[in-house]
């Protein structure tokens, strides 16, 4: 549980109840706002530059600053467009109003009407005619506006954050408005957006652990989804050709500065689609983000850049892992020897990796951290991807890439298998590496495969995690400072 400062509590109550005895409410209902504190700022200054009268405004916010001076006191309320200087003078407002500032205290709403006029020093201010309390706040802003800085405390009471730091919300704001881009644009593109199930009899489309609950009505236990590809393959069997959904996804995982157990994905699927066709939605996409809403294709990257403008590179994994790891996956056909070959590296994988988790795990740490620039990676081993359709000029390679920008990955793309009985297949292996110890695969969906033995058209399919897009393209270090309310252990 928080801590509370009992005293400043109990001062802060005092006033509450002298407020109320003065037959004032402390909590009112409404407040007939007429500007935000950007927009009386913006007005004033319209009507300075056009000559015309100066504006009155009703604005309300938090009290940030307070400043008495005998007679006259400064504010500044905040909201949540800005800041505006508010001006209260004794004799303006009366007696009674003006002793009322006595039992405001920062972290307080207030709401003022009057004048716009700019001070001596040039801050446009509202000279307060009438004021209003809107709220008392009974515990202490955090650090009195000097920026919170506990990261603990930050993660785990957003709210404080949000009060304390203008940049983390800055980054939210971007966060909603570039989730909204995401829509618009795939909207534009003829999708429709649709809701799948999050409770799930089976968690397939991807190899994660999932978190299981237990349905009462039903009486059978259920997964929270892990994707949303398999219940949105089954609307393109139906004759939806293109669709979206953007929501959470849950994977029961460890947490780690790039990993949440619960987060933000959109997936989309386009009949009639490949990869590549993918690839140029990806690029348009997110370098459309970077241009239209953050100011360029060149945006700051943990001291250096990284530049989204198109055309991104284009390799394919083996030629990365032979550039930077100094191995030919192609030379090893088993995982013994694969194996083999990372004793020798130096690299550590789990004892029930089969062969494509080993080349997971040299790909995670010899490669992976240095695709810094924008890259669609291509063609992994079918083991790697049992949804994927296989290339036709070499079967054990599928019709696959990743995105990849700041070190990891940002988006996951396939040309979607189609062919029901290689997709039977490719579950059964899957089940083997279950049986075998591995809680990381693809889980058997027999409904799944029932759907595409009514026939699938060729599909491009997509998954861009949103959360760490946004790390990249907002320059943050830690998944945990583009979620609001990120996982934590509970407070003891």
């Not at 994988?349 to 494509?356: F, V």
């Not at 110890?437 to 009514?454: I, K, P, R, S």
Request: charged share 30%; hydrophobic share 40%; proline share 5%.
């Amino acid at each position: 549980m928080p801590e509370r400062n009992d005293e400043l509590m109990g001062a802060r109550v005092a006033k509450l109840e002298r407020l109320r005895a003065r037959g004032i409410d402390p909590y009112p209902a409404h407040l007939e706002r007429t500007h935000t504190c950007t927009e009386a700022v913006e007005q004033f200054s319209s009507a300075e530059a056009t000559g015309a009268e100066a504006p009155s405004v009703t604005v309300a916010g938090r009290i940030v600053s307070k400043r008495a001076m005998g007679k006259a006191s400064f504010l500044d309320l905040r909201d949540g467009s800005g800041r505006v200087q508010v001006y209260v003078r004794r004799d303006r407002v009366g007696e009674d109003a003006y002793t009322l500032l006595d039992e405001l205290d920062l972290g307080d709403f207030l709401g003022v009407s009057g004048p716009m006029f700019r001070t001596r020093t040039g801050e446009p201010t509202v000279e307060t005619r009438t004021l209003t309390v809107l709220a008392k706040a009974l515990a202490a802003p955090p650090e009195k506006w000097h920026g919170l800085q506990d990261i603990e405390v930050r993660y785990r009471r957003r709210y404080l954050d949000l009060i304390a730091n203008e940049d983390v919300r800055r980054i939210f704001r971007l966060r909603s408005a570039i989730v909204s881009y995401i829509r618009r644009f795939m909207d534009g593109r003829g999708f429709i957006e649709v809701e799948t199930p999050v409770l799930v009899p089976e968690a397939g489309g991807a190899a994660a652990r999932p978190f299981v609950t237990h349905h009462n009505a039903l009486d059978e236990d259920r997964y929270l989804r892990i994707a949303t590809e398999l219940h949105l393959k089954r609307l393109i069997v139906g004759g939806l050709d293109r669709v979206y959904e953007l929501g959470r996804i849950f994977r029961n995982e460890g947490v780690s500065t790039k990993h949440n157990p619960e987060f933000t994905t959109m997936e989309s699927y386009q009949a009639y689609a490949d990869y590549f066709d993918v690839a140029e939605m990806v690029e348009t996409l997110v370098s459309g983000i970077a241009c239209d809403l953050l100011g360029g294709y060149r945006l700051p990257h943990k001291g250096g850049e990284i530049d989204f403008t198109p055309p991104w590179r284009r390799v394919t994994m083996r030629e990365l892992l032979i550039e930077h790891a100094g191995l030919d996956f192609e030379q090893f056909s088993t995982p013994e020897t694969l194996r083999a070959k990372l004793n020798e590296m130096g690299v550590q994988a789990p004892a029930t990796a089969g062969w494509g988790k080993l080349v997971d795990a040299v790909w995670s740490e010899r490669v992976e951290p240095a695709l810094i620039q924008p890259t669609f990676v291509l063609d992994y081993p079918v083991e790697l991807s049992p949804l994927a359709k296989r290339r036709t000029d070499t079967p054990h390679l599928v019709e696959r890439f990743e995105a990849f920008a700041g070190g990891f990955e940002i988006a996951n793309a396939y040309s979607e298998l189609n062919d029901p009985l290689d997709q039977r297949n490719r579950f059964a292996a899957q089940m083997k590496l279950l049986q075998a110890g591995d809680d990381e695969t693809e889980l058997f969906d027999d409904d799944f495969l029932f759907a595409l033995e009514h026939g699938m058209p060729p599909t491009g399919g997509l998954g861009i995690g949103i959360d760490r897009m946004l790390m990249v393209l907002l320059d943050q270090a830690s998944i945990r400072e583009v979620i609001l309310f990120p996982q934590l252990r509970r407070e003891t």
